[in-house]
């Protein structure tokens, strides 16, 4: 009997998976990181409490019901409604909490906001009240509050938003 040598295209063609599935499957067996980009939602669903691993409480990203107003793109200009479930956790001190690709930070009763986006290779940094500062998990990339780069392999500064409390503190506006 003669056997055939089949190359990997073939043979995934012929169990009838494209690329696009082969894909697909990839980055579901990868918890979607392999194929997020640096613009991409919150891994974070809404509605979970997720810890910051190092400090802090993560908080529920997504869309919620206590956003108003641009949170993507070159217009962010957004108001978080302090008192609402998702978001009240903020008002402690030392908690922190991502919209779209944004992390807010209570630093002492100050408000920062920045991007979430490690500049290194686009991982979710997380806040750490121990240190103060921002880690990328991935490679160890560190941040100060003001976004510059603490410790490399990033290069490159975070960016960093406008924040203004209002209503008496019930309030915290973020924009560019």
Same mark, same amino acid.
């Given at each position: 009997?003669?056997? !055939? ?5 073939? @043979? ?7 690329? $696009?599935?082969?894909?697909? @499957? ?9 194929? *997020? ?10 509605? +979970? ?13 997504? !869309?919620? *019901?206590?956003?108003?107003? +641009?949170?993507?793109?070159?217009? %962010?200009? /957004? ?12 008002? !402690?001190?030392?908690? /922190?909490?991502?919209?779209?690709? %944004? %992390? %807010?930070?209570?630093? $002492? ?5 920045? =991007? &979430?986006?490690? !500049?290194?290779?686009? =991982?979710?940094?997380?806040?750490? =009240? ?12 560190? /941040? ?5 780069? &603490? ?10 938003? &406008? ?11 973020? *924009?560019?």
């Amino acid at each position: 009997m003669e056997q !055939t040598q089949l190359s990997r295209g073939q @043979f995934l063609r012929q169990l009838g998976l494209s690329s $696009g599935a082969l894909m697909a @499957f990839y980055c579901m067996g990868t918890g979607l990181t392999a194929c *997020s980009s640096s613009g991409s939602d919150d891994p974070t669903p809404s509605g +979970t409490g997720g810890t910051g691993g190092t400090g802090g409480t993560g908080g529920t990203g997504g !869309t919620s *019901s206590a956003i108003k107003g +641009t949170t993507s793109g070159t217009g %962010i200009d /957004f108001t978080i409604d302090l008192t609402h479930a998702d978001y009240n956790k903020l008002k !402690t001190n030392g908690e /922190f909490n991502y919209v779209a690709n %944004i %992390i %807010i930070v209570n630093s $002492g009763g100050a408000y920062v906001a920045l =991007s &979430k986006v490690c !500049t290194h290779e686009g =991982s979710t940094v997380a806040y750490r =009240s121990a240190t103060n500062d921002l880690k990328c998990p991935n490679h160890g990339s560190e /941040f100060n509050l003001d976004g510059s780069v &603490k410790l490399s392999p990033a290069a490159n500064s975070l960016t960093v938003y &406008k924040t203004e409390i209002q209503n008496s503190g019930n309030t915290l506006r973020v *924009s560019a």
